[in-house]
């Protein structure tokens, strides 16, 4: 169950597209519930109950981000995200029915961009994905005439949102990638611990048995070929947190 919601409207200029949110679940309250209060917040809604629904829904019209259960029948929520993740940057939120480490870290390797705990509150949600939209879409457009930066022989490419190896190689980012590598290159060669990389990834506090900027660092090192044993680019500061060792060129064409 979620904590019930007040009711409230939201009025958007009538112009203004909407964005889209596919919530994925099998519980029909909790798809009837987050689909008539995101719609009220001035989002559109499509809603799915499990992994076929969910592939109709994105041939038929994809959405800006996905809202997407753990557990489901048939495919699981996990299963469904590292196949959204092999050839998407679509934005995923994660829904798991515990607030266990566990649940958190294999959704974060499947590639999720966040997760929520059941039960959880539909405002909470809402704030969640406001976030993501707001960080996925505002990154490339905050460096004024720099498309490009290049470091350490790979080219993260700001407007396509993928990264290009040493030897011409595109690599896909999730969207959690893309913004953690962004983290990195902005601030070359000054260490970062868990709690500012949370906070300029995802907007909130860590907490000590906290693993998924871990994860996430771990996921990244594996897109940059670095070796997690004696990684040459990412590199672990210990009891610290993490370093980009390497310089960085903004390149503008």
């Not at 689909?35 to 001035?42: A, Q």
């Not at 607030?99 to 405002?123: C, H, I, Q, T, W």
């Not at 907490?207 to 990684?231: C, M």
Request: glycine share 6%; hydrophobic share 40%.
């Amino acid at each position: 169950m979620l904590d019930a919601p007040r009711r409230q409207v939201q009025i958007y200029p009538p112009m203004e597209r909407p964005d889209h949110v596919l919530v994925v679940d099998d519980d029909g309250e909790i798809r009837k519930l987050l689909g008539e209060y995101l719609e009220r917040n001035g989002f559109r809604v499509s809603l799915a109950n499990d992994g076929k629904e969910m592939r109709r829904r994105l041939e038929l019209n994809r959405p800006d981000i996905v809202v997407l259960d753990l557990m489901l029948p048939g495919e699981s929520g996990l299963t469904l995200c590292r196949d959204l993740r092999a050839d998407s940057t679509l934005p995923v939120i994660m829904l798991t029915a515990r607030n266990e480490e566990v649940d958190r870290v294999l959704g974060l390797e499947m590639g999720a961009d966040d997760y929520l705990a059941k039960p959880f509150s539909p405002r909470e949600l809402l704030a969640r994905i406001k976030s993501i939209l707001r960080r996925t879409r505002g990154l490339p457009f905050a460096r004024g005439d720099t498309h490009r930066l290049r470091f350490a022989g790979w080219t993260l490419d700001l407007a396509a949102r993928q990264l290009v190896a040493p030897d011409g190689v595109i690599v896909p980012l999730s969207g959690a990638e893309f913004r953690l590598l962004m983290v990195f290159v902005e601030h070359p060669n000054r260490v970062l611990d868990r709690n500012q990389l949370m906070d300029l990834t995802v907007g909130r506090d860590g907490t000590p048995i906290d693993r998924s900027i871990d994860v996430q660092v771990s996921r990244l090192r594996l897109r940059l070929r670095d070796d997690a044993r004696e990684p040459r680019i990412i590199k672990t500061v210990r009891s610290e947190g993490y370093v980009l060792a390497a310089s960085v060129e903004r390149l503008n064409r």
